[in-house]
């Protein structure tokens, strides 16, 4: 049974806000318009507003990888429907007859040495305004031997643009979103940064790396289904009072800005933990979800790279070595007797990471040096 009107737009609605969800989406969509309009192909293109540039998002299913490649490097400028589109303004679904006059169309470079080549001769389209700084173009097209677009189909791209302009507009916030999140994680790999999101009632919603490594150790913090806790009974309760606040703050019920715990280990050094709130993100069905976040720093492991001290401060592998024993507490003296030379060699050596580092105190040389190698692990 045919589907009614109402029941294909509906239908490429759904997939349209699909696609502005997951771009692996977009050439499937393309083909769907494409079929539902009775065309040959189906370009979804991205333009700057400056005309500097232009990206072709899906192109289904007449038109090779190769022959887009041709257009955005070179065609894109010469294509006579999108300039005399410009002249009609944005919004406005056209056929390829109301933007070029037919005889002008048919001198033009760009049928004679586009269009003839991927075989099309009618167009619909609309342009659909994507911020301040981009257009997007969508456009359906036939071959010459086919009959041209109708008010049927102008009617469908009709329902269709509003439905493209929110799409679009949630297809750039979504890209900026993966990508700060794709940066976050990034850094806090690159810096070794033990990380944990968990909701109020202490459920784990996220762990890095880093904080994977410490739950499977388990001497301070481990996971109860999914529930984190702390093998430290007291130091636990404080923890689960923070994580709680710092989600309630989340979710705008109070402003408690969270906090810090230490956590006791037998044989170790506490594990550092502190809380803060985290904004509200969408679940799969897009409520928010409040969640504090937890930054864990494990001083056992936490002593810098002598090769990132060594490019950071221009350090010698000596200066290097003497520098990652002082963020772990040790005396000049036990650095002597270990490293079987003098204190007076040792002392030197500190000197030159003052004078290197551009520190008085030993103290705001520690603390330098931590700050600046950002947790970075090993001895290497």
């Not at 289904?60 to 022959?67: I, N």
Request: glycine share 12%; hydrophobic share 45%; net charge neutral.
């Amino acid at each position: 049974m045919a589907q009614s009107s109402d029941e294909v737009a509906l239908g490429l609605i759904g997939k349209l806000y699909d696609a502005a969800q997951d771009d692996r989406l977009w050439p499937h969509l393309a083909q769907d318009l494409a079929a539902a309009f009775g065309s040959v192909s189906c370009t979804l293109q991205m333009r700057s507003n400056d005309g500097t540039m232009a990206t072709m998002m899906a192109a289904m299913p007449g038109v090779s990888p190769r022959l887009l490649q041709e257009y955005e490097q070179h065609y894109a400028g010469l294509d006579s429907w999108v300039r005399g589109a410009a002249r009609w303004g944005v919004g406005t679904v056209l056929l390829g007859s109301e933007v070029v006059p037919e005889a002008e169309f048919t001198r033009s470079a760009f049928f004679n040495d586009w269009c003839r080549r991927v075989g099309v001769r009618h167009l619909i389209g609309v342009a659909i305004p994507v911020g301040q700084e981009a257009t997007a173009i969508v456009g359906m097209h036939r071959p010459g031997d086919a009959d041209d677009f109708s008010g049927h189909e102008r009617d469908l791209l009709g329902q269709l643009k509003p439905h493209f302009a929110r799409a679009l507009a949630l297809h750039g916030r979504l890209a900026g979103l993966t990508l700060g999140y794709q940066a976050a994680q990034f850094g806090l790999e690159q810096i070794g940064g033990a990380v944990l999101v968990v909701d109020g009632d202490s459920n784990l919603l996220h762990a890095s790396p880093a904080a994977e490594a410490i739950l499977r150790i388990g001497d301070a913090v481990i996971l109860r289904g999914r529930q984190l806790a702390a093998r430290d009974v007291v130091a636990g309760r404080r923890l689960s009072q923070l994580i709680a606040s710092a989600a309630a703050t989340a979710a705008g019920v109070t402003a408690a800005p969270g906090g810090a715990v230490r956590l006791r280990r037998q044989g170790k050094s506490d594990l550092s933990v502190m809380v803060s709130p985290f904004r509200p993100a969408g679940d799969a069905i897009g409520a928010p979800r409040p969640a504090a976040i937890l930054m864990l720093r494990d001083p056992e492991l936490g002593t810098p790279s002598t090769l990132l001290l060594r490019d950071l401060f221009g350090l010698t592998a000596a200066e290097a070595a003497i520098a990652v024993q002082l963020t772990a507490g040790r005396t000049a003296d036990a650095m002597a007797r270990d490293g079987g030379v003098s204190v007076h060699t040792v002392r030197s050596h500190i000197r030159n990471l003052m004078a290197k580092t551009g520190t008085r105190r030993q103290g705001a040389l520690v603390a330098l040096i931590l700050g600046a190698a950002g947790g970075k692990l090993g001895q290497t």
